[in-house]
């Protein structure tokens, strides 16, 4: 099975790899998957207290390359976001920008996962939700 | 450094037609072109003197006779005559047959298919290391054991299993001993009479012949074993396997074991230091290196390793331009990783990340060392982008760590 360029572009050059320190306020964790499952996708969000938008958004991720990508492109996409949203990005919007064959839905299904536990987690720590 | 890509290092799954090989194979095409079953004209008889050395040649690369040779498609279908041909042939001595969780599917399929015709199969365990011993196979057998079928070395991990032991005691209680022989053949010395085997499968698509063809040896003597044919026509291969003879590629498998009996033991010498140096230049220089299989005891062009904290797709993704495989569930259609690797005790975390290289007949220095630093390259660049690769590097145990599976 051949890899589309857009997952080969997003693996080659992945954008926002890192971490975001985990004790801010601002910023929300999700960590989704399982080492035996395959794949492992921590994606954070760090979220303007202003103006509420997502103003950087990092992620790590132990998987094949389509997650990779998936995790690439969703960092990529909730940047400048207000938290509503993100919340709206959708696992099949993943699938058609990366043209991912349905073996491989279950990465871009990860990376929705990724964004609405990172956003869970943010607004956890939010001091209203306490 | 001199490479041509992509280098090809799945030698385990295939290898390239030696030209030599191809060499031998080409006036049977065209000029040669007769029906070994042709019994009256010139055409037959060319083709069958053809067959004839073909045989000869096989044989001799085992340690068996001509007369022994059964041609087959393959090894999966030298296989499935085997376990299924003898279990209907010996089903009224016995309904139980002994293999290992290991086995490449065909044998396992074949067996499972015959469990639902009511034999009885048990499939052996194995240590760490991916084998069985004598002694395991002497417990499980009863007074019904009629065939025990233990491949002569796993493909995935490369581990040779004590044939010579196993054949001495399936002669000693009288039960059949097969051996799926593909990955071994013509790559270490095997001897059907030394090693006590009554049956062995091999295939020329892993010694360097065309895809297509494969033989069964049937041993003839001390016991005389029979088959139940499992494809019935014109009673071609002493009724045991009907069907014109594809001479063309009986001929390259001759060849290919001709080459092989005598260039085996250099060539093993040279896969095998390959083999040590891609070992070496990548685990010098990674942490968290897991060989897989038997250090000592496996094939010496076989090297499965896992890389933890990196998943085996997405490292081959790293390493384009070098050809691999992967146990990784992401690499079969049934997103299981391999059942071989867990059936060591490999957890499935290591599982998915492990890739293995199949070091082979034209494989070169200048390949093992550029494949070495790719490899090195990808891993190093993967564990900064991994989540697992920080937590551990944070001192966190993962295996505590509740995973949110999905």
Redesign the interface.
Same mark, same amino acid.
């Given at each position: 099975m051949a890899?589309s360029d857009k997952v080969?572009e997003h693996?080659d050059n992945?954008r926002n790899?890192g971490?975001l320190d985990q004790a801010d306020a601002n910023v929300g964790t999700g960590?989704?998957?399982?080492?035996? $499952? #395959?794949?492992?996708?921590?994606l954070q969000i760090r979220v303007d207290p202003k103006s509420g938008k997502i103003e950087d958004a990092r992620f790590?991720?132990?998987? $094949? #390359?389509s997650?990779?990508a998936s995790s690439s492109l969703a960092t990529e996409w909730l940047k400048g976001k207000s938290i509503d949203e993100a919340l709206a990005i959708k696992n099949t919007a993943i699938v058609e920008e990366l043209a991912l064959p349905p073996?491989k839905v279950?990465c871009s299904?990860?990376a929705e996962?990724a964004i609405k536990?990172a956003i869970k987690n943010y607004q956890e720590k939010q001091p209203s939700n306490a | 450094m001199g490479v041509n890509l992509p280098i090809y290092l799945d030698n385990n799954a295939t290898t390239r037609c030696d030209p030599r090989v191809v060499e031998a194979m080409l006036p049977y095409f065209s000029d040669k072109y007769g029906n070994s079953a042709s019994r009256n004209h010139v055409f037959g008889w060319e083709a069958e003197e053809a067959i004839d050395n073909a045989r000869d040649q096989i044989a001799n690369l085992i340690g068996a006779g001509g007369k022994e040779i059964i041609f087959t498609s393959g090894a999966t279908e030298s296989n499935n005559l085997a376990i299924k041909g003898a279990a209907a042939m010996y089903r009224k001595k016995g309904d139980h047959i002994i293999t290992q969780i290991t086995e490449h599917k065909a044998v396992i399929d074949p067996c499972k298919r015959l469990e639902r015709e009511g034999f009885r199969v048990t499939y052996l365990p194995v240590d760490k290391f991916g084998r069985v011993s004598a002694a395991d196979i002497a417990a499980a057998m009863t007074d019904k054991t009629i065939l025990v079928s233990i491949m002569a070395a796993n493909n995935e991990i490369g581990t040779i299993q004590p044939l010579a032991d196993i054949g001495k005691l399936c002669k000693e209680k009288g039960v059949l001993f097969h051996t799926d022989a593909t990955q071994v053949v013509g790559k270490v010395p095997v001897d059907v009479m030394a090693m006590g085997i009554d049956l062995l499968s091999m295939t020329a698509h892993k010694i360097y012949g065309p895809k297509g063809v494969g033989a069964l040896y049937v041993r003839k003597k001390d016991p005389r074993v029979r088959l139940e044919p499992q494809i019935d026509g014109g009673g071609h291969e002493r009724g045991m396997r009907s069907g014109t003879l594809a001479v063309q590629n009986i001929v390259g498998l001759g060849a290919a074991c001709e080459i092989a009996r005598k260039e085996m033991g250099e060539e093993a010498k040279r896969t095998f230091a390959l083999r040590e140096k891609l070992h070496r230049g990548i685990a010098d220089r990674l942490s968290d290196v897991h060989l897989n299989g038997h250090p000592t005891e496996r094939l010496p062009g076989n090297l499965n390793l896992s890389f933890a904290f990196v998943e085996g797709e997405g490292l081959m993704m790293g390493i384009k331009e070098i050809c691999v495989s992967s146990g990784s569930a992401c690499t079969s259609a049934s997103l299981e990783p391999s059942y071989v690797l867990k059936a060591l005790g490999v957890g499935d975390d290591l599982a998915h990340s492990s890739l293995r290289f199949g070091v082979g007949r034209f494989t070169t220095p200048d390949e093992i060392e550029y494949t070495a630093n790719a490899v090195v390259r990808a891993v190093t660049k993967l564990r900064e982008m991994s989540p697992l690769y920080e937590m551990a590097q944070a001192g966190v145990d993962l295996s505590t760590v509740q995973w949110a599976a999905h």
């Open positions: 890899y080969l693996y992945p790899v971490s960590l989704v998957g399982a080492p035996e $499952c #395959g794949d492992v996708l921590k790590k991720t132990f998987g $094949c #390359g997650a990779i073996v279950h299904v990860l996962d536990a | -």
